[in-house]
């Protein structure tokens, strides 16, 4: 998309369920939604009033994270209770009842099940994270996971023509770019705990696609007036 900091992918899904098709589910369910006290119009009082294909986006963006830093952390060891010390490497540590405080680890003695202590020893990780992950959100900007696979076979050859012959029916994402690119950089930073210095990090979008979805939309007057809304997803064949 001309003048996006961001590189968009515009993918249209091609409809799997044709409008005869649309229209006949339209006929069978168009009395449920007139529904009251357990009892429903006849078919011949409700009148269908029109039967749009609009195309409603949804995002899905994926991003790599790298970080490199140091972090506090406890390490937990079992040891038999006449344990006196710990040889880590060429260091000594004694352990002795209750807290104590010793060279450069903190180690703390505690009684656990069975014949074995537990020892907590506090130290520091010098830690590389390499994380890639994908985050998708509705039309409306609600994070869900993705219903949708993108086989060659459902992907409009020429996307723009076709969302340009149908531009009064083309939903626009309601959720920004950069509100969508915060949610994924939350999650990709999730694994980076409290604690942490020396932090060294790099957040890459790698790519964001618009994809566009062929929703049927029929327009229902029934009884009184009354209006309602038949919504039909064209690749699940399923009413919303």
């Known amino acids: 998309m001309a003048g996006s900091k961001y590189k968009i992918k515009t993918v249209v899904l091609r409809p799997i369920l044709d409008y005869n098709e649309a229209e006949q589910i339209v006929e ?3 009395t ?11 078919k011949a009082e409700v009148h269908v009033h029109s039967i749009k294909l609009s195309y409603e986006a949804f995002l899905i963006l994926s991003g790599k994270y790298n970080a490199d830093f140091y972090r506090k952390t406890v390490h937990s060891i079992s040891v038999d209770p006449n344990v006196r010390e710990i040889i880590i490497g060429d260091d000594v540590f004694p352990i002795t009842k209750g807290n104590g405080v010793l ?3 903190n180690t703390k003695i505690k009684k656990s099940t ?3 202590n537990q ?3 506090e130290l520091e990780e010098h830690v590389y994270i390499d994380d890639e992950q994908e985050i998708a959100f509705d039309h409306h900007g609600k994070e869900i996971k993705m219903p949708y696979k993108m086989s060659s076979r459902l992907i409009e050859s020429y996307p723009r023509r076709t969302l340009e012959k149908t531009k009064n029916n083309v939903k626009k994402p309601e959720i920004t770019y950069d509100a969508a690119v915060t949610r994924l ?5 999730k694994s980076v705990s409290i604690g942490k210095r020396n932090l060294q990090e790099k957040i890459t979008i790698n790519e964001i ?8 939309e ?6 009184k007036k009354n209006v309602r809304l038949i919504r039909i997803d064209s690749i699940r064949k399923k009413v919303l």
């Open 209 to 216: 696609i618009e994809l566009y979805v062929p929703i049927y």
């Open 114 to 116: 069975g014949r074995k």
């Open 32 to 42: 449920s939604l007139f529904r009251s006290m357990l009892q429903k119009p006849k």
């Open 103 to 105: 060279g450069k680890l």
């Open 218 to 223: 029929a327009r229902l007057i029934g009884p």
């Open 119 to 121: 020892v907590d020893l």
């Open 28 to 30: 069978n369910r168009k």
């Open 185 to 189: 950089t939350s999650k990709l930073k």
